[in-house]
């Protein structure tokens, strides 16, 4: 038995933010230089009313909309974020009720993030060629705007919100996912972290405290930290083994490999990551320039973005590269 992807959509927010909207807010920010460099122009936002599993749920009811199986052959949902609803309940429990699916399955929330896709095809692969599930569903949302201050231009100008849905079932031509190379490095964690909130350090006056960097970033232990030049070596690192690995692994060479789909940090990122891997820019697929890094949906909202244009042929063959918060990253390679 064999599992694949049967169909991916997703959601974006209505609200954008351009760089000439940051520009006019924030006079000292250089936008037109950091759009030249990063390959950004806009960002799509949640409004205050909307959570990201909001947009999960938008992104799955398109996605059901198209009835590639019926609902009720749906046995498990599987949610990932960093951007939950409540520390409890879960999510994925929410989203199955709202999204009107039976009682009879299994529901989870998993939190990951750059690498939350990869990892999730990796679960879902696992339910249905051990018969354990036919299909799943799983949806990738994430609001990390919520988390970011406005004063913070280390991360403001990046990151945007929305949502991807993608069934996976079982198949024997379409779609078929896997082999797959996993890795974790948890020494990494303070480089990309919301340090309060939870039970490690519970929010109160002395973490709202807010503060200037040296370089200029304002922001206090409520919001979003993110250390750029780590993130980048750490990248720089991990991500071009985990391809060679990933293509040793399965016997293919670089050239039998028809589209890379890495994680959509920016385009600074990629262009130096495709230079390490050695992989033609024209064979990477980048569809983050109108609504920022996305996250966990980054690379299913690229892979539905660029399939909207039928530049994916069928059986094609995809890498997809997750890398991120954690440190965590994933490689599998899907065939279309």
């Not at 951007?83 to 009682?103: E, M, V, W």
């Not at 009879?104 to 998993?110: I, K, N, Q, R, V």
């Not at 920016?266 to 390490?276: D, E, S, T, Y």
Request: net charge negative.
């Amino acid at each position: 038995m064999r599992s694949g992807i049967l169909g991916i959509d997703y959601y974006l927010p209505e609200q954008i933010e351009t760089n000439a909207d940051l520009a006019r807010e924030n006079p000292s920010w250089l936008m037109d230089r950091f759009e030249a460099k990063c390959g950004i122009s806009a960002r799509c936002v949640a409004a205050k009313d909307e959570t990201a599993s909001d947009f999960g749920f938008q992104a799955a009811r398109k996605l059901l909309d198209r009835r590639l199986v019926e609902p009720e052959e749906i046995d498990f949902l599987l949610y990932c974020t960093q951007s939950p609803d409540y520390f409890l309940p879960t999510s994925a429990c929410i989203l199955q009720h709202r999204l009107g699916l039976k009682n009879e399955m299994g529901a989870l929330d998993f939190n990951l993030g750059c690498s939350g896709y990869v990892y999730g095809l990796y679960l879902a692969k696992q339910f249905i060629e051990t018969g354990a599930a036919r299909n799943v569903l799983l949806i990738t949302a994430d609001t990390y705007t919520k988390y970011i201050h406005p004063r913070d231009r280390s991360v403001r100008p990046i990151f945007g919100d929305g949502a991807a849905a993608t069934l996976v079932g079982r198949t024997e031509e379409r779609g078929v996912i896997g082999p797959f190379v996993l890795g974790t490095d948890g020494a990494g964690a303070e480089k990309l972290i919301v340090p309060s909130g939870a039970m490690r350090l519970p929010r109160s006056a002395e973490t709202a405290r807010e503060a200037m960097d040296i370089t200029g970033c304002v922001r206090s232990k409520d919001h979003l930290f993110m250390d750029g030049l780590a993130l980048m070596n750490f990248a720089m690192d991990r991500v071009p083994k985990a391809v060679d690995t990933l293509l040793e692994k399965t016997g293919l060479t670089f050239e039998e490999i028809d589209w890379f789909i890495f994680h959509q940090a920016n385009r600074f990122m990629m262009k130096h990551l495709a230079n390490a891997s050695k992989i033609p820019w024209e064979r990477m697929v980048y569809a983050m320039e109108d609504i920022g890094n996305t996250v966990s949906a980054s690379i299913p909202i690229a892979m539905a973005r660029y399939d909207e244009q039928h530049k994916f042929l069928p059986s094609q063959k995809l890498v997809l590269v997750g890398f991120g918060v954690g440190y965590s990253w994933g490689a599998c390679v899907v065939q279309w």
